[in-house]
């Protein structure tokens, strides 16, 4: 199931900076990118699948594992592209893609002969109408919520949002071709296998176009911030560390990768601020200088 790649490359095209940005939208990319991992996992690059499903019963449990994993993985980074582009939830569309989950599962326990373990469990038994249900409500879920992201952007296809929806829009055509292979294998195989075979090379044209427009994307909001306190959030974190403002050595860092930029300087401020006042002294007028700098600079943005 290649598409835990797009929900993984994706989402981590955000997660480069959310450590030290912490928004709402990349909170939702960590939990895309904690499923995406998994579903990655469960594929076999990292241990052998065979092993892996060997664990579960060698019956292609993993096939399903990496269904719902994918699923969930693009169901968050919805979420995510939902509060970057600040739209509301529509709560029916929003749990919708879910309630494929239970069917997926039903379906699947339905297949016959689902042993041995084999990466093209699909393939081999697409001949029974419970794969067809299975492999079906997957990627029927995966195109709702894809053309529901699409929607969401419709008044915003300009610049990096139109990148973005273009490469979603090839995303889609590469699932339908998928869902068209299903629909068509029980009345004509071959012509089922050769509009199949375009669902991986259309997917990773549209998950290299779409993966560099959320990367755009993301850059173009976060930027500014990054350029407006980054400098500021070091340079007190490190001063916490230099003069041993807290007990622990371990909470100025934990404070620059925990909170949002501001919040970290802001903490920061009151850290040192406090450390002054129990050691009854000032920092040199240099330090100071500086501190008020930053201090006029936060009362200016709120």
């Known amino acids: 199931m290649k598409l835990l790649l797009f929900a993984l490359l994706s989402a981590l095209c955000l997660l480069r900076i959310p450590s030290v940005v912490k928004v709402a939208e990349s909170r939702a990319s960590w939990v895309a990118s904690m499923f995406g991992l998994a579903a990655l996992y469960v ?30 993985a693009i169901f968050f980074f919805n979420d995510s592209v939902r509060r970057l582009a600040n739209v509301p939830i529509v709560r029916w569309t929003y749990y919708a893609p879910l309630l494929s989950i239970p069917i997926m599962i039903v379906s699947f326990a339905l297949i016959e002969g689902k042993a041995p373990t084999a990466a ?28 529901r992201i699409i929607y969401m952007l419709r008044h915003k296809a300009k610049g990096p ?26 009345f004509s195989p071959w012509v089922a296998r050769a509009i199949g075979t375009w669902f991986d090379r259309l997917f990773y044209v549209g998950l290299s176009v779409t993966a560099a427009g959320w990367l755009i994307l993301f850059l173009s909001k ?17 001063l916490r560390m230099r003069v041993n403002a807290d007990r622990s050595r371990v909470s100025p860092a934990w404070d620059l990768f925990n909170e949002t930029l501001e919040n970290g300087v802001y903490k920061s401020l009151i850290v040192l601020h406090n450390y002054e006042r129990v050691n009854l002294m000032d920092f040199p007028e240099s330090v100071q200088g500086r501190i008020s700098h930053i201090e006029a600079k936060l009362d200016t943005q709120t």
């Not at 594929?43 to 719902?68: H, K, S």
């Not at 699909?122 to 053309?147: E, K, N, R």
């Not at 500014?224 to 070091?234: E, F, T």
């Open 161 to 186: 949002y139109a990148t973005f929806s273009a490469g979603l829009m090839v995303v889609v055509v590469a699932v339908s071709c998928h869902i068209t292979y299903v629909v068509l294998f029980h």
């Open 43 to 72: 594929l076999g690059t990292v241990t052998p699948l065979e092993d892996i499903d060997r664990c579960l019963g060698g019956v292609n449990v993993t096939n399903l594992l990496q269904a719902i994993f994918a699923l969930l």
């Open 120 to 147: 093209g469990f699909i393939d081999t038994h697409m001949d029974q109408l419970a794969t067809a249900v299975y492999s079906g409500t997957y990627m029927l879920a995966l195109l709702f919520t894809v053309l």
């Open 222 to 238: 976060q930027l500014p911030r990054l350029r407006l306190w980054m400098i500021d959030a070091l340079w007190l974190t490190a």
